[in-house]
């Protein structure tokens, strides 16, 4: 029995092409609450950048699990990146004049904007945070930086940063978190917290960093447009965000 229903954000409950939740996904919703099933965000996205939905939460993982609380605001896991993995990724940052951001727990911030970065921030549909001196972001507690670059760079990038990890899911960016936050790890605290067992749990997500969250639960649904090592993972695959994915899944779940 389904108790607990995770999603990831961008590809998943928010199109690319419309940046809204479907009249599908409203209908799917309806039918989690109607079986009693609490529903959750897990993202790899700040609380500052979660938009007003039309549905509803029971609870938040942001920054990859760097980062969870309940809908009334208890927190259930914090784990900030370590200050001097944060102090190495500005020096290499601000070296390379690589475009990056910060992500506090309630503030965000970006240094060295580049074309990339304002064409993610475009196809992504979110606000642009403030624009700083690198510099200025230092003595920040960060849970979670912003990387814009190839996916090349990504391994002189990890041995750099020693007690963190870089889930992509993007190819014109990372994400950089502690060594130990994952959407799975965020989970595990939710579940913990509402006294929910882990295989009555259901989660639907896109991209790289929703891997762990799709093999954790108990039945991991990729959406249609995921990337093929996702669906490759998941229990079960559905049709694209822009097809009623969430919809689809849902109804043949709860048949």
Not at 37 to 64: A, C, H, Q, W
Not at 114 to 134: A, H
Not at 188 to 209: P, S, Y
Request: hydrophobic share 45%.
């Amino acid at each position: 029995m389904i108790k607990a229903a995770f999603f990831d954000i961008d590809g998943t409950l928010l199109s690319f092409n419309t940046h809204r939740v479907s009249e599908g996904t409203i209908r799917a919703f309806r039918t989690l609450h109607e079986h009693g099933v609490r529903t959750f965000i897990s993202s790899g996205r700040p609380k500052i950048l979660i938009p007003e939905m039309p549905v509803s939460f029971d609870g938040y993982i942001t920054m990859n699990g760097g980062l969870v609380f309940t809908a009334e605001g208890e927190i259930l896991l914090s784990n900030p990146i370590l200050h001097e993995d944060s102090e190495r990724w500005l020096d290499y940052a601000k070296e390379h004049k690589i475009c990056t951001m910060v992500f506090t727990a309630d503030n965000m911030m970006a240094a060295q904007i580049d074309p990339i970065g304002l064409k993610i921030r475009e196809q992504l549909e979110f606000q642009m945070p403030p624009i700083v001196d690198i510099d200025d972001m230092r003595n920040n507690e960060a849970y979670q930086l912003i990387a814009i670059m190839p996916p090349t760079v990504d391994g002189e990038v990890a041995a750099l940063l020693p007690h963190c990890r870089l889930p992509r899911w993007h190819h014109a960016f990372t994400d950089i978190v502690a060594t130990g936050n994952s959407k799975a790890a965020g989970m595990e605290a939710i579940c913990r917290h509402f006294g929910i067992k882990q295989e009555e749990t259901l989660a639907f997500g896109d991209g790289g960093n929703d891997l762990e969250m799709l093999q954790w639960a108990g039945i991991g649904v990729a959406m249609g447009n995921a990337a093929d090592e996702v669906k490759a993972k998941a229990d079960m695959v559905t049709t694209d965000v822009d097809n009623e994915g969430i919809e689809t899944a849902i109804n043949k779940l709860f048949a």
